[in-house]
């Protein structure tokens, strides 16, 4: 497999159900999408919809109840070191600092302590704190917390990343100072992304794909292929970018949820 055909990720048919109270819960209805390498797709629907469940099935922590998802053509069956995640709670350990945050996501490769430090560094110099390598996560700021999750995600190189929310308990200026930097660190690695948001100008102004999903049980009900320079804005980047904003926002509206997929 050559380096450009890794991060290929491939939904097919997939559904997933689970076991409630009163019987089994459709939590995603029968749905398919690829997510091509390097690129960058944006997921958004209501809350319930199924979103994170997808994202957790091509992660490799659910598994579907029918159907099937393949990374590089290769069934996924569990948690692997090629898929990469990061959550809104930024999952560090406040006993390490951000240096040895970084360094424990590396212990899986085998690295020496010495190969070990200098990636690490490295990763976070790439997300502007290698002058805080040294503090605490209680030390430091929500923005520089994800800054130190991005890093060590990042640092072990994988081929698919998953977010989830990620931006979604920092402030609006903030949440602009990260776009700008997970777009640059994406832009160097070339991760395939699959970005989970509610935030329909987030979605827009980062993604290269944009599906939006139904109300529960979740299914795709549009695509849009986002073909506008970045960095975007809505004063800049023109007329369409903001007809499509439109249109997801009607499409994200309660009754539109009952209409048939286009």
């Known amino acids: 497999m050559t380096d450009h055909a890794q991060g290929h990720v491939r939904v097919e048919d997939v559904s997933i159900r689970f076991d409630g109270k009163s019987g089994p819960v459709t939590a995603l209805a029968p749905t398919s999408v690829e997510l091509k390498p390097g690129t960058f797709t944006a997921l958004i629907g209501p809350s319930g919809c199924g979103k994170s469940t997808l994202m957790n099935a091509i992660g490799g922590f659910v598994a579907p109840s029918s159907g099937r998802i393949t990374l590089d053509g290769q069934p996924i069956e569990g948690p692997s070191d090629k898929v990469g995640v990061i959550f809104q709670q930024y999952g560090l350990f406040p006993w390490f600092t951000a240096l040895g945050n970084v360094r424990f996501g590396l212990k899986r490769l085998g690295l020496s302590r010495r190969e070990e430090i200098e990636r690490a560094r490295e990763a976070l110099d790439e997300v502007g704190l290698g002058a805080h390598a040294g503090k605490f996560p209680q030390q430091l700021s929500g923005g520089m917390k994800q800054r130190v999750a991005i890093a060590r995600t990042f640092a072990f190189g994988p081929k698919v990343l998953l977010m989830d929310e990620p931006f979604g308990a920092l402030d609006a200026q903030t949440r602009l100072v990260m776009h700008e ?24 102004l980062l993604a290269d794909d944009l599906r939006v999903m ?49």
């Not at 070339?190 to 509610?198: D, G, I």
């Not at 795709?220 to 903001?242: I, K, M, N, T, V």
């Not at 499509?244 to 926002?249: F, G, L, S, T």
């Open 214 to 262: 139904s109300q529960a049980p979740g299914r795709l009900l549009r695509h849009y292929q986002l073909e506008q320079a970045r960095p975007r804005s809505f004063s800049r980047s023109g007329s369409d970018l903001l007809d499509i904003r439109d249109e997801v926002i009607g499409l994200l509206h309660p009754r539109s949820m009952l209409a048939e997929p286009a």
């Open 181 to 204: 930097l997970l777009l640059k660190v994406w832009q160097k690695h070339r991760a395939t992304v699959l970005f989970v948001t509610h935030d329909v100008d987030e979605a827009l």
